[in-house]
Every structure is written in structure tokens, then in C-alpha cells.
């Protein structure tokens, strides 16, 4: 069994050997750009860790594992224009780098580009595969659509939201590890209960990120605290917030939502206060862990060798426990 790091190295190195480059110039310079900005590489390296599990040779994955990372830095290329950010990875988004219209192509060439190298996995696995992975991109389109519908929505329940961001999270998780499972060769039953293992990890990973971007560490975290608070993103603290409040919590609430100042240090402040008297921070900590322990049961039904398995127990650990 190869550990994350020599998957991760594997990763980089086909990324750093591929040429993102052709004509007409304009367009794939921009793809080149995206796929140079780095990242975690997650979602690849547990497509050849599920692999694996199975077999010992990972490179039938490969390229399908470099698919889903295009498809994965395509969805962030597209975000970025929706939420018209200026940075990535701490380098101007393609949008404002080179203008929209550049950032719609060249996404759009993108997830073209991911299906071709998905298919570059062995012929029997090609239609399963393609399966699994085109029901995972919709899906990720109906996550984001949700999550902007909430932005104008007046109420989002919790299991809406939950709802939400297994879609647009955590089922490209769970797909990079069924992919990778096929293609290594496992039954029906322990590629499925890697695809549970995925989504519960995934819906703890955006919860873990949800409670990051209020009590994490700012010089740990990479960027401002209290992002969501100044948008009034409905995140699951906000959610339990405005369920758990009482009347005059839940009015405070509501006039903060209200107020977009120049300066949001006083908002971010008000809010965080809120979310500490009504508990939010230690129910979003619950509910964590119960995704957590609900992904190692199903890891654990993918396959019951403790030692095969060591490696992503130890990932999930860490997205657990993760500042930034």
C-alpha cells in the first residue's frame, strides 16, 4: 500500500508533466493557469488511495484521477465568476486575470477535457465509470444552485442544508473514491460503502469549514475570519443560531443581517457573540461528529483490512481536525 504522500508526489508529477497548452492559445492558456495554482489534491489522491485498496497498480487510475481534478478546479474556476472573487490560492481568478467570457470557455473546455481523460480508464470499467461521473456533475450543479437559491431565501432548515452541501461537496468525494474503487476492481457493495465513506467525510469537511471561518485562526486559515457572517451566508452555525435564539437573540440576528458596513469588525463581533450563547459552535462540532463515525463504518464495509485502510482513517482524522 502506497501512503498518501507518494500518491500525492504520483499526482503532482503527472500534473506537472501534462501540457495544458494547444491552439487556439487564448484558450487553454487560461486552463494551464488554473491547473498551476496548486492545491490540497484530495479528491485525485483518494481516487488512487480507493484504487488501492483493491490493486497494486494505481496507474490504471491515473488519468481518471487527473480528470476529476480538472473537473474539481473547473467548478472553482466557474464559482469564482458567480461569486465574483478576485483571488484563488492567492493569485487573481481567471476572470479577473483575463475577463469572463475568457473564464466561461475556458471552464467549459475544462469539463470536456476531464471527460476525456476519465475515459482513459480500462475499456470494461468505461461505462460504469462514466456513469458514476455524470450523475456526480449534475449533482454539483444542483448543490450550487441550491446554494444560491438560499441567498434569497427568508429560512433554510438544517436538513436543507445539509442537503446542499453534500451535493455540492461532498458527492464529488464520494465518486473520486468509487471511481478509484472500480477501477481497482472491488465488488458493487465495497465500492458503494466507499461512496458513503466519501459523503459522510465530505459533509464534515464543509461543516468543519463552516466553524473555520468563525473560530479558526486567521494566520492558520489563510484568509479573514468571519466571511460568511458579513455575506449573511446561511451556514449551519446561522441555521442553529436562528433556531436556538430567543426573541431578542433572534431580533439581534436579524438587524445585523441588515447592516453591510464598511468596516464589519463590530458585525463579525455581534454575531460570533450570538453564535457562543446559543450553543452553535459545540451542535456544529456534534454533528461533525456523527458524519465522522458514520464514514469509518462504511470505510470499514469497503474493506476489512485494518492495515489497507490506515491510510485514508488517517486522512478523514485530519480533515477532521484541520485549521484551515
Request: glycine share 4%.
Amino acid at each position: 500500500m502506497k501512503s498518501r504522500e507518494e500518491i500525492i508526489e504520483i499526482v503532482q508529477n503527472e500534473l506537472t508533466l501534462t501540457n495544458w497548452l494547444s491552439e487556439p492559445i487564448d484558450l487553454y492558456k487560461p486552463i494551464a493557469y488554473t491547473m498551476s495554482m496548486g492545491g490540497k489534491h484530495i479528491r485525485s489522491a483518494i481516487t488512487l488511495m480507493a484504487c488501492n485498496l483493491y490493486s497494486d497498480n494505481i496507474h490504471l487510475a491515473l488519468q481518471p484521477a487527473i480528470g476529476i481534478e480538472v473537473f474539481h478546479n473547473f467548478t472553482l474556476l466557474h464559482d469564482d465568476i458567480m461569486d465574483k472573487a478576485e483571488t484563488r490560492r492567492g493569485k487573481p481568478t481567471v476572470h479577473v486575470k483575463w475577463n469572463d467570457n475568457t473564464a466561461i470557455l475556458s471552464g467549459d473546455a475544462m469539463l470536456i477535457k476531464a471527460y476525456q481523460l476519465l475515459a482513459k480508464c480500462p475499456p470494461e470499467n468505461l461505462s460504469e465509470i462514466l456513469s458514476v461521473f455524470s450523475q456526480t456533475a449534475i449533482e454539483v450543479c444542483e448543490g450550487q444552485q441550491y446554494d444560491m437559491n438560499f441567498e434569497h431565501q427568508d429560512t433554510v432548515s438544517e436538513e436543507e442544508y445539509i442537503e446542499m452541501i453534500r451535493l455540492k461537496t461532498a458527492v464529488l468525494l464520494a465518486a473520486s473514491l468509487k471511481i478509484g474503487a472500480i477501477i481497482g476492481g472491488a465488488t458493487p457493495l465495497q465500492a458503494n460503502a466507499l461512496y458513503d465513506f466519501g459523503i459522510h467525510i465530505g459533509i464534515a469537511f464543509q461543516l468543519q469549514d463552516d466553524l473555520l471561518d468563525v473560530y479558526g485562526d486567521p494566520t492558520i486559515f489563510g484568509k479573514k475570519i468571519g466571511g460568511d457572517i458579513i455575506c449573511n451566508k446561511k451556514t449551519f452555525l446561522l441555521i442553529r443560531a436562528l433556531k436556538n435564539a430567543n426573541n431578542t437573540q433572534r431580533n439581534k440576528i436579524q438587524h445585523w443581517m441588515t447592516q453591510h458596513p464598511d468596516d464589519p469588525t463590530e458585525k463579525i463581533v455581534q454575531m460570533t457573540s450570538i453564535f457562543n450563547e446559543t450553543g452553535v459552535k459545540q451542535a456544529c462540532q456534534q454533528r461533525m461528529k456523527e458524519h465522522y463515525n458514520k464514514a469509518l463504518l462504511a470505510l470499514n464495509k469497503a474493506c476489512e483490512v485494518e492495515e489497507k485502510i490506515v491510510h485514508l482513517q488517517k486522512l478523514a482524522s485530519e480533515l477532521m481536525q484541520r485549521e484551515k
